[in-house]
């Protein structure tokens, strides 16, 4: 499952965005990378969104850490609502000992309901060692680190093929009016400009974000991702007003409105890098690059290529990750064992097993970069971590689920509405800002 998930893959680009670091607290190590401990016998259950691929990677780094220790792992599929079908288990005496959580506002609710046991020492010092402040920040809450980020997400890229930008007789555009401009020329060559996968809620969400980003700044996306600021902001409705650009021109979008909205993620990047290709381009994450190889076939670079997303209105061009943390639950049966997976999870040796896999990109500068299964990844790498806490993390992944992370709800619906009809940019922030003020409570 992709989500705005965190798969990997993108371009060199400086990451925009600042915040601090935070103390955190730790409970006692237990080791389980330098000096592995026995735990033969023991059994580790994570729960995560990842399947298919992404979950077939992901057990070789648990059978890595099964190597290490001796102990068992099992993985189950979460889907996307994480919190609901957590919350049900550890309701039923079933909790698991390590999530997996895509969302900041996901981590931020669980450890407010107590779920959450502050990662140890041994963790801790990973993370500083091995990680920009920023990553520990979004870790963390009330200045205790909970939460580890494991694999991250360049979600600021345009994937394209470079057969349609041939045939179009246009090169990658440098700013959001000549990204226009370009989209109308690949229509007039015979292809829509964009593949929009507007039935999954939340890759509408990273178009806003990554518009906003770069023509209110950083500032303003720090309040707005806090709601300190309202979603009837002048800001928010300039951002929906230039996102409507595309969305209300049928020669920009594959199949309209109406295609768009019934287009989920991995159809999205068919309609570009698949047999019977309908868009030129399409906008996601560095994720695109997995499906366009795996799935059809792709050699990214050559058949398939993407740049980074345009800076809009002479903003600076705009960096927007994701990231999945790992934390470990109070009422796992194998809560300590769950410890040493993390501990496990902090070292370069864990990060490099999927690394070498694919898909695949982390947070964390001592993982070497040839640890990287190709120049594309390798680069992405190298730009994350140079970017340090310029980053920005995706702002729906920082609201609360309610809000940013549920299906047929809040922003998810609310942008799909805007797709829909995106004449009034203005009522549509009227109608965020109603859905967030509930689901912040302030």
Not at 194 to 202: E, H, N, R, Y
Not at 389 to 417: C, H, I, N, Y
């Amino acid at each position: 499952m992709m989500r705005r998930r965190t798969t990997l893959l993108t371009g060199c680009i400086a990451l925009p965005l600042a915040l601090g670091a935070t103390a955190c607290g730790g409970s006692e190590p237990v080791s389980a990378g330098g000096g592995a401990k026995n735990l033969s016998g023991q059994t580790v259950t994570v729960a995560g969104v990842w399947s298919g691929t992404e979950q077939k990677n992901f057990q070789k780094v648990l059978d890595a850490f099964s190597a290490k220790t001796g102990a068992k792992t099992q993985f189950i599929s979460t889907g996307d609502n994480v919190s609901t079908v957590v919350g049900s288990k550890i309701e039923g005496g079933n909790a698991p000992d390590v999530v997996m959580v895509p969302q900041v506002g996901v981590l931020q609710q669980f450890a407010h309901n107590g779920w959450l046991t502050p990662l140890s020492a041994t963790t801790e010092k990973s993370v500083d060692a091995g990680y920009a402040p920023v990553w520990k920040k979004y870790g963390s809450v009330e200045d205790t680190l909970y939460g580890l980020y494991f694999k991250a997400a360049h979600k600021s890229t345009v994937w394209y093929s470079p057969d349609a930008f041939t045939q179009a007789g246009v090169e990658a555009p440098t700013s959001f009016d000549d990204l226009l401009k370009a989209g109308h020329t690949i229509s007039d060559s015979g292809l829509a400009a964009f593949s929009v996968a507007g039935q999954d809620g939340w890759t509408l969400t990273d178009w806003f974000e990554n518009i906003y980003l770069s023509q209110a700044g950083p500032e303003k996306y720090d309040a707005l991702a806090a709601h300190q600021i309202k979603w009837t902001d002048p800001s928010v409705v300039q951002a929906l007003t230039t996102l409507g650009e595309v969305f209300k021109d049928k020669e920009l979008l594959a199949g309209g409105q109406k295609e768009a909205l019934n287009t989920d993620f991995p159809g999205s990047v068919e309609k570009v890098f698949g047999p019977k290709p309908d868009a030129g381009m399409v906008y996601e994450g560095d994720f695109v690059g997995g499906v366009a190889h795996d799935q059809f076939g792709k050699t990214i670079g050559e058949d398939a290529d993407f740049f980074p997303f345009p800076p809009v209105d002479g903003g600076r061009a705009p960096v927007v990750s994701g990231g999945d943390a790992a934390v470990v639950l109070k009422d796992g049966k194998n809560a300590k064992a769950g410890m040493a997976l993390l501990e496990y999870l902090a070292t370069p040796e864990a990060s490099k097993v999927w690394a070498k896999a694919g898909g695949y990109l982390s947070p964390n500068k001592n993982v070497p970069l040839d640890s990287y299964n190709d120049d594309v990844a390798r680069a992405t790498a190298k730009s994350l971590v140079e970017a340090g806490d310029s980053v920005r993390f995706d702002m729906s992944d920082q609201a609360p689920a309610a809000f940013g992370g549920t299906k047929g709800a809040g922003e998810w619906k609310l942008l799909q509405d805007f797709l829909r009809d995106p004449s009034n940019p203005k009522n549509t922030a009227a109608k965020l800002e109603d859905a967030a003020a509930k689901a912040y409570q302030n």
